[in-house]
């Protein structure tokens, strides 16, 4: 991550809109070359954070800054900044070639050098030849490939993109996230991308920064947000998982009646939820260490294609009345047999994978 | 399963396309019985009468009077100035109004709309002669003027050429509005950040992507207001003070005073045709969806 693209430092920011909080004193540090992801729910303040860096909202205060510029006062066409919308905003009046050409156009660029950047651009986003394309000729791929060319055709430093796949279909949209990373990590741009696409993030993201009510909940490389969430939202918002209740009572961490080993220190005395990503648990010969067993009767048994999907309801004298879920991968256990509805079994989870979370 | 090339159900189904396509078209019949009456039957009346001369046999000559004679040029001619400049006072006037109507949140472009609309529903007579009071020599706006010492004199606004063009942009303004207020609302306001952040400054944007964008609507609106202008009556007859003669008056004063009918039919045949001519010009610039103001 050596590149001399701008850092952006966010400080600070907050945006109401009446007795609304969209942003409450977000504070945030995109470090050069980074590919940062503001992940949240729909209405949690993500969008309104980009906007803000983009320059369509100003913010009721707080400081945004392009390396040591302060931009909060800059109007949007000065910024000099790409921007991917997550409705492409193609100009339906211009072929592919007069889209992706109008930034360099603007910068006062010479025919042959504006022809040229958009060669270039379009040979980037691999959709050579189609410059005379009418946008409404365009798939909704080759749109959103048109869109990114056009953002990064002046060769800005920093890059903006508003939830660019959420338009396209699943397999297609798997494929751009791969393609979206290797693009960034071959031009030299700082990226700021916005999904509430937990696997999306995961995917593509240096560091996630997850977002709800306007506030900035977590920051973190994919693998701590995912392994180490901090409270029971982003627990829950990322990636599978159930929760179950839990206490902690002078230092014993209890499940129902049961107590259990977890990863970190106690805490402190009260009520917590229990974290069980569903791909950790394992069947359980009962001779594991550092484990939890848990005892239940399987409520249901889902083949999904590449795992087989759990549902096991807990024997409620050890552990109260709760259900988990548990995922089998299908394949690995060649041999075991795999368990169906109404059956007894005792499942086991790594003391390591076990936390709690308020 | 008697026959082998026979598929289950084939001709059932066959069947219940049939009778639905013959129940569509039992609804319809009662429309197109509507416009074979009421449009295909006049119009071709007025074909056949607009080549009845006055003595009652087959003739051009209702047509070779349009050609030879001074005065119908002149009414042609004035015709097609008066359409024009009430079309372009109203582009003039509309595209900013509709604009700014367009920039508005939903609640506060509603109300504007009302006030597009109230005249638009009030009766087109009130509203002309309303103006005649305004305009006249003796008229509020004269009388304000001098009060305030601005003029001397009082300005004639009516019974000319100004007069029914004040008049005709009033009452045409809507006509303008209502395409080109649909086309602006369905711009999408994401282009027009876009620009912005490709870094076009807010003229530039405008000039580049907003306006190119609203040309459909904009084209929708002048053709209706052009088209109305040509077979418009009351208006320039009541403020044009019998100065300004436009087709639809001539036809009026053939039948009223001459009980000419061959000619009167004659002046529709050449209206209906200039309009159709418009309208196939102009199928061809944009498509005809948009000239009902859609996207």
Redesign the interface.
């Known amino acids: 991550m050596q590149s001399n693209a701008l850092n952006i430092s966010i400080n600070d920011v907050t945006k109401t809109y009446g007795d609304f909080y969209a942003l409450k004193d977000v504070s945030l540090e995109v470090k050069s070359g980074e590919f940062l992801t503001l992940l949240g729910p729909s209405g949690s303040g993500k969008t309104t954070l980009l906007m803000v860096l ?3 909202t100003r913010p009721d205060y707080g400081s945004v800054k392009f390396g040591n510029e302060e931009v909060v006062t800059k ?9 991917v ?3 492409y ?5 211009m072929n592919v070639e007069q889209n992706i050409g ?2 360099q156009k ?2 006062g660029k010479s025919k042959s050098e504006v022809k040229e950047s958009v060669a270039e651009a379009l040979s980037i986003v691999k959709l050579d030849g189609l410059g005379h394309r009418g946008v409404a000729e365009l798939s909704g791929g080759q749109k959103q490939r048109v869109a990114l060319a ?1 953002a990064i055709v ?1 060769k800005p430093q920093i890059l903006l993109m508003d939830e660019p796949l959420s338009a396209l279909d699943k397999k297609l949209r798997e494929e751009m996230q791969i393609e979206l990373r290797q693009l960034h990590d071959s031009l030299t741009m700082t990226t700021v991308y916005v999904t509430h696409d937990q696997k999306e993030a995961l995917t593509m993201s240096d560091r996630i920064a997850v977002i709800n009510d306007g506030e900035l909940k977590q920051l973190g490389s994919p693998n701590e947000i995912y392994t180490n969430p901090n409270n029971a939202f982003i627990a829950d918002f990322i990636g599978e998982s159930s929760l179950l209740p839990a206490k902690v009572i002078s230092n014993k961490t209890y499940l129902g009646a049961s107590e259990i080993m977890i990863s970190h220190p106690s805490k402190d005395d009260g009520d917590y939820l229990l974290v069980i990503r569903p791909e950790k648990l394992f069947l359980a010969n009962g001779k594991e260490k550092d484990t939890n067993l848990f005892s239940g009767i399987v409520e249901g048994s889902i083949f999904q294609g590449e795992s087989q999907l759990l549902v096991i309801k807990l024997d409620p004298g050890s552990f109260g009345e709760q259900s988990l879920r548990m995922r089998l991968p299908n394949g690995s256990n060649i041999g075991q047999k795999v368990p169906i509805s109404g059956e007894k079994i005792s499942v086991g989870l790594r003391k390591s994978d076990s936390f709690l979370v308020e | 399963m008697a026959l082998i090339d026979e598929h289950v159900n084939e001709a059932v189904l066959k069947n219940l396309d049939r009778k639905e396509n013959f129940t569509l078209f039992g609804l319809t019949v009662p429309y197109l019985f509507l416009i074979f009456f009421l449009i295909i039957i006049p119009v071709g009346w007025l074909f056949y009468m607009s080549f009845i001369g006055r003595d009652g046999s087959y003739s051009f000559e209702n047509y070779e009077r349009m050609v030879t004679q001074k005065s119908y040029i002149r009414i042609f001619l004035t015709t097609f100035k008066i359409s024009f400049l009430t079309t372009l006072i109203c582009a003039l006037l509309g595209y900013p109004l509709t604009y700014f109507m367009s920039q508005l949140s939903r609640k506060w472009a509603g109300i504007c709309m009302i006030g597009v609309l109230i005249p638009f529903w009030t009766s087109l007579l009130v509203r002309t002669y309303a103006w005649l009071v305004l305009l006249q020599r003796k008229g509020l706006i004269n009388n304000i003027a001098i009060d305030l010492g601005f003029i001397s004199e009082p300005i004639k606004f009516v019974h000319n050429t100004s007069g029914t063009l004040i008049g005709m942009a009033h009452i045409m303004l809507p006509f303008l509005i209502l395409p080109l207020y649909a086309n602006m609302r369905a711009i ?1 306001k ?2 027009l ?10 003229t ?2 405008f000039w ?2 907003f306006f ?2 609203s040309i459909p609507g904009l084209l929708a609106g002048l053709l209706i207001v052009f088209v109305i202008c040509l077979g418009f009556y009351v208006t320039p007859a009541v403020l044009g003070g019998g100065k300004i003669i436009m087709a639809a008056m001539k036809i009026s004063s053939n039948i009223e005073l001459y009980f000419s009918w061959g000619a009167a039919s004659a002046l529709g045949v050449v209206l209906l045709v200039v309009t159709m001519l418009i309208l196939y010009i102009a199928s061809k610039l944009v498509s005809i969806d948009q000239i009902g103001g859609n996207k």
């Open positions: 983009a320059g369509f109007p949007p066409h000065l910024r000099d900044i790409g921007m919308f997550q409705n905003a193609l100009f339906p009046h109008y930034p603007l910068r056009r002046f | 999408d994401d282009c950040k876009a620009a912005a952040n490709l870094g076009a400054t807010p530039r944007a580049t992507v190119p964008l």
